[in-house]
């Protein structure tokens, strides 16, 4: 009996590692690019995911290796020592937060490894490549256009991404520095909305009862948009003020889906660098010279231009 | 048959065999690198797999003794947070020097395991709430210490000593965690196998009446198998702030579950009174190596966490006697 339930055991095992080997049949590629995820539960961040695997089918020799952090240190820490064993020709991280994950990207630097960091920066000059799209550009472009929309005079509302996070605090000063010049336009009410659409809602549906008249609402993510777009709608106000959102993600919970629908005015691309990743990759491994930071351009989209970003 | 009588009479062989078939299959279906060498007995990845489960490691440890005990600790993760976060602040802002920020994080280890064994013992409450209540308060008080904020740590002046460095070094290519872990679950182990203490500890988890009447002082045994879990928690919240270099309020989260899977795939019984600090040490190992040969794989997230669910159960259905023998009797009563 004993013996039979150690063998069942074994081959319970061996049938699971077998399951494991059948999808690592392919030919040895060139090149293997690893790229370390933070958090893949996040749309923007699954997008990315999606762009860079698209971009990488353009490239037969390379092998794209995703690992994800879960929003994890430590975790993120050992997925790229995972990819050190690997043996991986080029390494590209997002990082979850810059401190604990400095120290194993400047060991892989170090190894003669080239680093292509995206999005958020580590303390520290060991990469090759920094892409990463300007929040406070981005607010800026947001600020002109609600501008133009209200023709220099109005009412706004505005829903912070997380308080004490960079890329809200950017987007709030962006914002200010697109409407200067225009006094007639004045923030009447603020608050933090964590990324979260639920939030965004909750702050609206406040918003509504206290002010009869609201002409804008500029909230720093698309969802938080949609949340207030919501309550705009339920207490049937939606068509006296205009929605502005950020990212401009596809598909269909995507901001430029909300743009379509006429739900929000406009949305303003924050692009992920995904594909550019892969290509600034590809020259980097074929030795070619790249630079040191590269700043993805933002887009405005609305109802002219959204159905081109579907 | 040798092998299936010893596997029998000695509880703690089941798991170091289930480690040892682990490692051969991951041997057999690692990845090769360009060299054609196995990447997966590369000496860097055994010392990573070894570092990556020292902290989980080192808190099953102390779940060990609260599980055979009876009780159940879900506040180690939280524990961890709050150790993590004044190892950061003790050595940065309060300026403590390395000895005394240790003795603080350890302490507030301590004191919370003292907290969550009293409230259990005195307040006759389950240890799953009390423990559940500390899970809650522990992270709220490290929150509170840091504003919301995780601190980080760097060096030279007004900053952390030198001394704190000896956590990330390396002794002969084996990172120090790595001893830590080892030096714990040797020294547990000998606390658990060899002393009046660990044997009491195993009386109350198997009979908790009959050891009363023994004349047990049982509400102070179960206080100290508390204090043990949170001493232990704080140790793996000062390693992992030096790990990461950063105290973070935040982390820690779900480590509890971590911790008792690993308990549980190492044979210790969640009804108490059986267990063993070798097997919970397989079990700790049984995870890492697999989370380990997953990652080599480049496994993507979502098999990886099916997987796990699957071998947990494997796991422990293979080896546990109790379950062979509940299966006989349901089998045996319906024919």
């Keep these: 009996m004993k013996i039979n339930s150690i063998l069942k055991s074994i081959s319970f095992f061996l049938a699971v590692f077998l399951i494991l080997s059948c999808g690592d049949k392919e030919e040895v590629k060139k090149y293997v690019i ?4 933070c958090n893949s539960a996040e749309p923007w961040r699954e997008a ?4 860079m695997m698209k971009e990488a089918e353009n490239y037969p020799e390379i092998e794209l290796l995703i690992s994800d952090g879960n929003q994890d240190n430590s975790k993120q820490v050992a997925d790229i020592e995972n990819f050190l064993v690997r043996e991986i020709d080029l390494l590209i991280v997002s990082p979850n937060e810059a401190q604990p994950l400095t120290a194993i990207v400047e060991k892989v630097y170090n190894q003669g490894i080239a680093v292509i960091v995206l999005d958020r920066k580590i303390l520290s000059e060991k990469y090759t490549t920094f ?9 800026e472009a947001a600020g002109k256009y609600a501008a133009e929309l209200l023709n220099g ?7 912070w991404g997380l308080k004490g996070s960079t890329p809200a605090q950017e987007r709030h000063d962006g914002f200010i520095k697109g409407l200067a010049g225009n006094p007639g336009i004045e923030i009447i009410y603020e608050q933090d909305g964590a990324w979260l659409r639920r939030k965004g809602r909750e702050i609206m549906e406040n918003a509504l009862q206290r002010f009869s008249n609201i002409d804008l609402v500029y909230a720093h993510n698309d969802p938080m948009a949609m949340g207030a777009y919501l309550a705009a709608q339920n207490a049937g106000r939606e068509n006296e003020i205009y929605f502005l959102g950020i990212d401009a993600l596809p598909g269909a919970e995507g901001g430029v889906q909300a743009v379509v ?6 949305t303003f691309l924050y692009p992920t660098g995904g594909s550019l990743a892969i290509k600034t990759a590809v020259k980097i491994l074929n030795n070619q010279e790249t630079e040191k930071n590269i700043t993805l351009e933002t887009e405005t989209i609305d109802s002219s231009n959204a159905e081109k970003y579907l | 048959m040798k092998l299936s009588s010893a596997l029998h009479n000695k509880d703690w062989l089941k798991p170091v065999f289930g480690v040892t078939i682990i490692f051969i299959l991951c041997i057999l279906f690692s990845p090769e690198s360009s060299k054609g060498s196995i990447i997966f007995l590369k000496f860097d990845n055994l010392t990573n797999v070894l570092r990556q489960v020292s902290e989980i490691g080192i808190i099953s440890i102390g779940m060990t003794f609260v599980i055979i005990a009876g009780g159940i600790d879900l506040s180690v993760g939280s524990v961890l947070a709050l150790s993590a976060t004044l190892t950061a602040f003790g050595i940065m802002d309060w300026q403590l020097g390395f000895t005394f920020t240790i003795i603080l994080a350890l302490f507030s280890g301590a004191s919370t395991g003292f907290i969550n064994g009293a409230v259990t013992a005195f307040g006759k409450m389950q240890s799953f ?7 809650t308060a522990a992270r709220g008080f490290a929150l509170f210490i840091s504003d919301n904020n995780s601190r980080n740590i760097g060096f030279g002046e007004n900053a952390a000593p030198d001394s704190f460095r000896i956590f990330t070094d390396s002794f002969a290519g084996i990172p120090l965690p790595v001893f830590i872990f080892v030096a714990v679950t040797i020294a547990f182990n000998i606390l658990l196998q060899k002393t009046r203490f660990g044997r009491y500890v195993f009386a109350i988890g198997s009979n908790e009446n009959a050891s009363k009447l023994a004349g047990l002082k049982v509400n102070r045994i179960r206080i100290y198998t508390f204090v043990v879990a949170g001493l232990l928690s704080a140790l793996a919240g000062i390693i992992h702030t ?14 509890e579950l971590d911790a008792i899977a690993a308990v549980v795939i190492g044979g210790t019984s969640l009804m108490g009174g059986k267990g063993s600090i070798s097997g919970t040490f397989a079990g700790v190992l049984i995870i890492g190596l697999l989370s380990n040969i997953l990652g080599l794989h480049g496994i993507q997230k979502d098999f990886q ?10 796991a422990v259905f293979i080896q546990g006697n109790s379950m062979n023998y509940e299966w006989k009797k349901l089998f045996t009563k319906r024919s």
């Excluded at chain 1, 990315?48 to 762009?51: D, G, R, V």
């Excluded at chain 2, 709430?129 to 899970?135: P, Y």
């Design chain 2, 305 to 314: 966490l099916m997987l796990k669910g699957v071998i947990i159960i494997a």
């Design chain 1, 131 to 139: 892409i990463g799209a300007d929040n406070v550009i981005i607010g």
């Design chain 2, 129 to 135: 709430i009390a423990t559940l209540a500390m899970m």
């Design chain 1, 34 to 37: 690893g790229f370390s995820q």
């Design chain 2, 242 to 255: 030096a790990q990461l270099l950063q105290g973070n309020p935040n982390d820690g989260v779900g480590f």
């Design chain 1, 261 to 266: 629908n006429n739900q929000l005015e406009a």
């Design chain 1, 153 to 159: 005079k109005g009412k706004i509302i505005e829903i």
């Design chain 1, 48 to 51: 990315m995911n999606k762009e």
